[in-house]
């Protein structure tokens, strides 16, 4: 059954101090779904996983089961990390489901890492989340002395460690093969992919690089099944959703949702409609990375498939007269990436806003390749640099140009000046 409004998996334990202890964590059933995962063969959590239908939370959507598939069979050392960067501008979500619920997230890790038969695993932290680090740090203590890490968790002969790993506060080391670099000592700059982690990670040997929402997932897939899972999402999605909506809105927060609910439902009955008695005039879906949606498509549903038109988002270049939503109807060529929902009232200065965003990337950018480098300055980036984050600087600006083409104009028509 799809899930409802208040339907909780990943956020049932926030707001509850005792359960962020181990033996708080254990009597509200914690580690009782990695028991019982690991007496299941690594294949079969892997198909559970993918017959669940979760996407990865942190950012692409992928699916997380076919992921996993990618690990070669006979590969000997394989690692696997969470990423939990979380720099995306509009994002903060990772940050409060570590604070509440670290041991969710060691659980979810630790019956990944036996699905994948991972030993050396890391969760990479954004090195400005202090408080969570220190959270995870006990955490992962506790679970040590207990016997869930190890060489010898519970007995059973599987061998699972877990490494907390600060890293240094630039937004590249999100994007995993940076990360990784990171990860291994180097400069945090991405790889060229292929080879994608998967096959070529951490220290050459393939690596799974998974989002702190998607790991936090598993151990429900494992207790109530992947058809469960899938169940409780819409089309392609299975699951809920975690979204950080900031901005214009009355009562902003991190909230898990249906993957059915509309923007519009989400502003006016979760966040208590837009502040000062105003209207919507601009969505950012999915973090800063993301092309918003105007004011006349916000009932799209915030599920991965119904915010895009094709597998992957083809950005077309504007000219006047150009709509960026060349496809016509709900072809709204953008993405629900990473939950990070921005809401801008009908006062906002659009350029102003993308200018912002743009400054952003800019500063971002780690340098290697020249049209990011150079590009962020003057847009002509998409489609031609190493990793997403050229894409990531133009998609908005692109996005922002075409629908709210006005705005720009009459701020051209002031200099520059305030309306
Ligand atoms: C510039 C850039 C920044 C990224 N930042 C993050 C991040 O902070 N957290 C995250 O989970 N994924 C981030 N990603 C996506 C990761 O590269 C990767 O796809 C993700 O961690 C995979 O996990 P998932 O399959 O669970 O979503 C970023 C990607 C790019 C291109
Ligand atoms: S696109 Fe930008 S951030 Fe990504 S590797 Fe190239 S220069 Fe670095």
Redesign the pocket.
């Known amino acids: 059954m799809p899930a409802e409004i208040g339907t909780k998996i990943v956020t049932a334990r926030f707001g509850n101090n005792e359960a962020r202890t181990l033996p708080g964590y254990e009597r509200t059933g914690g580690y009782g779904q990695l028991r019982k995962a690991l007496a299941m063969r690594p294949e079969d959590i892997t198909a559970e996983v993918k017959a669940s239908n979760l996407r ?5 959507g ?1 699916s ?1 089961g076919v ?1 996993w598939g990618f690990v070669p069979k006979d590969a000997r050392t394989v690692h696997l990390v969470c ?1 939990a ?4 501008p509009g994002t903060c979500k990772d940050r409060e489901l570590m604070f509440w619920d670290p041991h969710l997230l060691i659980e979810g890790m630790i019956i990944s890492a036996h699905a994948l038969k991972a030993v050396h695993n890391y969760i990479y932290i954004r090195g400005e989340m202090m408080r969570e680090y220190l959270v995870l740090q006990k955490a992962v203590a506790e679970a040590y002395a207990r016997g869930y890490l190890g060489q010898n968790i519970l007995g059973t002969g599987i061998e699972v460690q877990l490494t907390v790993h600060r890293g240094a506060g630039a ?2 080391c ?3 093969t940076a990360l990784l670099n990171s990860l291994e000592g180097l400069r945090g700059q991405p790889r060229l992919k292929p080879p994608f982690p998967a096959v070529k990670g951490l220290f050459g040997n393939p690596t799974i ?3 702190v929402e ?1 790991l936090m997932n598993v151990p429900a897939i494992i207790d109530k099944g992947g058809a469960w899972f899938n169940a409780l999402g819409m089309g392609r999605s299975g699951g809920t959703r975690i979204v950080c909506v900031s901005g214009h809105v009355n009562r902003p927060g991190v909230f898990e949702l249906p993957m059915g609910i509309t923007f519009t439902e989400m502003i006016d009955k979760v966040c208590g409609g837009v502040w000062k008695g105003r209207k919507v005039k601009a969505v950012i879906p999915g973090g800063v990375s993301m092309p918003p949606l105007d004011a006349s498509e916000l009932d799209v549903p915030c599920e991965f498939d119904a915010l895009q038109t094709d597998e992957r988002i083809k950005p077309v270049m504007v000219r006047p007269g150009q709509p960026f939503d060349v496809g016509g109807g709900r072809q709204l060529r953008t993405m629900a990436g ?1 939950g990070g929902i921005v809401v801008m009232d009908d006062m906002t200065d659009i350029p102003r806003a993308v200018w912002r965003i743009m400054k952003f990337f800019a500063h971002e950018s780690c340098g290697q390749c020249t049209p990011c480098r150079e590009g962020c300055g003057w847009l002509d980036i998409a489609g031609n640099t190493i ?3 050229g894409d ?1 600087a133009a998609w908005p600006m692109l996005g922002f140009l075409t629908k709210f083409r006005a705005d720009f104009e009459a701020k051209i028509a002031r200099k520059g000046k305030a309306a």
């Open positions: 990865g939370r942190g950012g692409a992928f997380t992921k990423n960067d979380e720099s995306e937004y590249i999100g994007e995993e690089v998974n989002n998607t990473s990793c997403a984050l990531a």
